[in-house]
């Protein structure tokens, strides 16, 4: 008895779990109307079961054929609704888990691209400054050096604004870099939160697991809905078979007994005969045991010639 409780204890566990994942999940999947999906996938969930045990207690009886295939049915199908809810409820949580990760690559992608523009900016002012000092260094070379002088100080104002966008561009850089390694640090820790998926996809494709994470992820939730909902369905029977089998022991049980207290009123019964009998006896001969014998005797003869 005690495992048969176990049973269906276990059995009516994996099925509102399974209810519950299937129930999330179909309410994603019609989040139109969240509140009647919840109420639908409650109410099916619960025929199933029954359906399910109706069945198995009434499968030997005279019961039309199609009220069986039609429940059968009825049984696969719902199964069949109640994984592709958890399907859709697993699939949810892999990607609410992932989504921060794509979001934070294309993130670095963007910052990446902002530190190459503002290096173009430094590369372009570097080399009009170096131009310029080229430019300076024909004076020199010619020594016009106060007439190189003069030309420098024409070109103050642009240096100026050159070196201005410079040192902007190396700020902005810098800020870029921060933004960029916070980024990392919390790529890292996502990385590491989704890790053990990532050694279940080498498992299964190798070295080609990074192009392939998100199919192993699917091949994982696809066990899982393959044992979910079908063991829960397949325990709830057990545990049917088991009672029935407790109550056909406990029925032999009672049955023992009564065959053993039907016996014992029979013995009981025989003595009560025999000694109303030897009162009988006693009363019409007295105590005298060599009469009784003699007629007693006599009764078995009696009774064998009889047979």
Same mark, same amino acid.
């Given at each position: 008895?005690?495992?048969?409780?176990?049973?269906?204890? /276990?059995?009516?566990?994996?099925?509102?779990?399974?209810?519950?994942?299937?129930? =999330?999940?179909?309410?994603?999947?019609?989040? &139109?109307?969240?509140?009647?999906?919840?109420?639908?996938?409650?109410?099916?969930?619960?025929?199933?079961?029954?359906?399910?045990?109706?069945?198995?207690?009434?499968?030997?009886?005279?019961?039309?054929?199609?009220?069986?295939?039609?429940?059968?049915?009825?049984?696969?199908?719902?199964?069949?609704?109640?994984?592709?809810?958890?399907? &859709?409820?697993?699939?949810?949580?892999?990607?609410?888990?992932?989504?921060?990760?794509?979001?934070?690559?294309?993130?670095?992608?963007?910052?990446?691209?902002?530190?190459?523009?503002?290096?173009?900016?430094?590369?372009?002012?570097?080399?009009? =400054?170096?131009?310029?000092?080229?430019?300076?260094?024909?004076?020199?070379?010619?020594?016009?050096?106060?007439?190189?002088?003069?030309?420098?100080?024409?070109?103050?104002?642009?240096?100026?604004?050159?070196?201005?966008?410079?040192?902007?561009?190396?700020?902005?850089?810098?800020?870029?870099?921060?933004?960029?390694? /916070?980024?990392?640090?919390?790529?890292?820790?996502?990385?590491?939160?989704?890790?053990?998926?990532?050694?279940?996809?080498?498992? +299964?494709?190798?070295?080609?697991?990074?192009?392939?994470?998100?199919?192993?992820?699917? +091949?994982?939730?696809?066990?899982? +809905?393959?044992?979910?909902?079908?063991?829960?369905?397949? =325990?709830?029977?057990?545990?049917?078979?088991?009672?029935?089998?407790?109550?056909?022991?406990?029925?032999?049980?009672?049955?023992?007994?009564?065959?053993?207290? =039907?016996?014992?009123?029979?013995?009981?019964?025989?003595?009560?005969?025999?000694?109303?009998?030897?009162?009988?006896?006693?009363?019409?001969? &007295?105590?005298?045991?060599?009469?009784?014998?003699?007629?007693? /005797?006599?009764?078995?003869?009696?009774?064998?010639?009889?047979?």
């Amino acid at each position: 008895m005690f495992l048969t409780l176990v049973t269906f204890i /276990s059995a009516i566990s994996i099925s509102l779990i399974a209810a519950g994942y299937s129930i =999330l999940g179909l309410a994603t999947l019609f989040a &139109g109307a969240y509140v009647p999906i919840i109420a639908m996938g409650s109410a099916l969930e619960v025929g199933k079961l029954v359906a399910a045990s109706w069945l198995y207690h009434n499968w030997r009886r005279n019961i039309p054929k199609s009220l069986k295939a039609y429940l059968f049915t009825s049984i696969i199908v719902l199964i069949f609704i109640t994984s592709v809810g958890i399907f &859709g409820f697993l699939s949810k949580a892999h990607l609410d888990q992932v989504k921060p990760t794509a979001g934070n690559t294309e993130q670095i992608a963007l910052i990446d691209k902002k530190i190459r523009q503002e290096e173009k900016i430094i590369e372009r002012a570097e080399k009009t =400054l170096a131009q310029l000092d080229k430019a300076l260094d024909v004076y020199i070379d010619k020594e016009y050096v106060s007439r190189g002088l003069k030309e420098r100080k024409k070109q103050k104002e642009e240096r100026e604004l050159l070196n201005k966008s410079i040192d902007e561009a190396m700020a902005k850089i810098a800020d870029l870099n921060n933004s960029k390694s /916070s980024i990392n640090i919390e790529q890292l820790k996502l990385e590491a939160d989704v890790g053990p998926l990532k050694y279940v996809a080498e498992l +299964i494709y190798g070295d080609n697991a990074k192009d392939h994470f998100d199919s192993a992820v699917r +091949i994982i939730i696809l066990i899982l +809905i393959f044992v979910f909902d079908p063991l829960a369905v397949l =325990l709830l029977i057990a545990a049917n078979i088991s009672l029935n089998q407790w109550r056909d022991k406990r029925d032999e049980k009672k049955t023992d007994t009564m065959e053993k207290a =039907l016996r014992r009123i029979e013995v009981l019964e025989g003595r009560n005969r025999r000694l109303k009998i030897y009162k009988d006896l006693t009363k019409e001969f &007295g105590d005298n045991p060599d009469e009784i014998k003699l007629k007693l /005797s006599q009764i078995y003869d009696w009774n064998n010639d009889k047979n």
